[in-house]
């Protein structure tokens, strides 16, 4: 199963390569589709859980983490809130895709342990790298230090929610302080 979940992700890199270096724009579709649909045609069980404790726990972490980020990190020094449509893509079609796919799927696969949330975290990292090569994306050079801390959020409950909350409250963060 770990030789599947890596060839799985080096399609996923040919799909976003692909998506980043043509005007294809359909490929962007396909991208988080790919995350979602892999790990169960492979016949992966996703753990995701509505656990009240855990999302209080993963609203928690991040804020303590976010928060300064803002004031401090902030390119603009501002936060502008995204549309509901805007919102709505940042959960549905990057977050729950990606932590399905990194977290609930590569990590568990390859070990759920510090080394793999390492590993996973140096793959989630390169996934993003396109993103940099064909748009300019500095901030995709820096996503391996978030995806530690989604890696860890995994790694201690068992559950695709918590990461995919610091991750769609990062990203929301991050847009709207640009």
Same mark, same amino acid.
């Given at each position: 199963?770990?030789?599947?979940?890596?060839?799985?992700?080096?399609?996923?890199?040919?799909?976003?390569?692909?998506?980043?270096?043509?005007?294809?724009?359909? @490929?962007?579709?396909?991208? #988080?589709?790919?995350? @979602?649909?892999?790990?169960?045609?492979?016949?992966?069980?996703?753990?995701?859980?509505?656990?009240?404790?855990?999302?209080?726990?993963? &609203?928690? &972490?991040?804020?303590?983490?976010?928060?300064?980020? %803002?004031?401090?990190?902030?390119?603009?020094?501002?936060?502008?809130?995204?549309? #509901?449509?805007?919102?709505?893509?940042?959960?549905?079609?990057?977050?729950? #895709?990606?932590?399905?796919?990194?977290?609930?799927?590569?990590?568990?696969?390859?070990?759920?342990?510090?080394?793999?949330?390492?590993?996973?975290?140096?793959?989630?990292?390169?996934?993003?790298?396109?993103?940099?090569?064909?748009?300019?994306?500095?901030?995709?050079? %820096?996503?391996?230090?978030?995806?530690?801390?989604?890696?860890?959020?995994? @790694?201690?409950?068992?559950?695709?929610? #918590?990461?995919?909350?610091?991750?769609? @409250?990062?990203?929301?963060?991050?847009?709207?302080?640009?």
């Amino acid at each position: 199963m770990k030789k599947k979940a890596l060839y799985s992700y080096a399609v996923l890199l040919v799909i976003l390569i692909s998506a980043h270096a043509s005007s294809l724009r359909f @490929l962007d579709y396909v991208v #988080p589709v790919y995350m @979602l649909a892999a790990p169960l045609l492979l016949g992966t069980r996703i753990r995701i859980g509505l656990s009240v404790r855990q999302i209080v726990f993963a &609203v928690i &972490v991040s804020f303590v983490i976010l928060i300064p980020y %803002l004031f401090f990190f902030s390119p603009a020094g501002r936060l502008v809130l995204l549309g #509901p449509g805007a919102l709505a893509f940042q959960l549905l079609g990057v977050s729950l #895709p990606e932590e399905i796919f990194f977290r609930g799927f590569l990590q568990e696969t390859l070990g759920n342990n510090l080394r793999t949330v390492f590993f996973t975290s140096i793959l989630f990292a390169v996934a993003h790298l396109p993103a940099f090569f064909f748009s300019g994306d500095t901030f995709a050079l %820096l996503t391996f230090f978030p995806s530690l801390l989604m890696g860890i959020l995994y @790694l201690r409950t068992s559950n695709v929610v #918590p990461p995919t909350i610091f991750h769609f @409250l990062s990203n929301v963060l991050y847009l709207g302080s640009l």
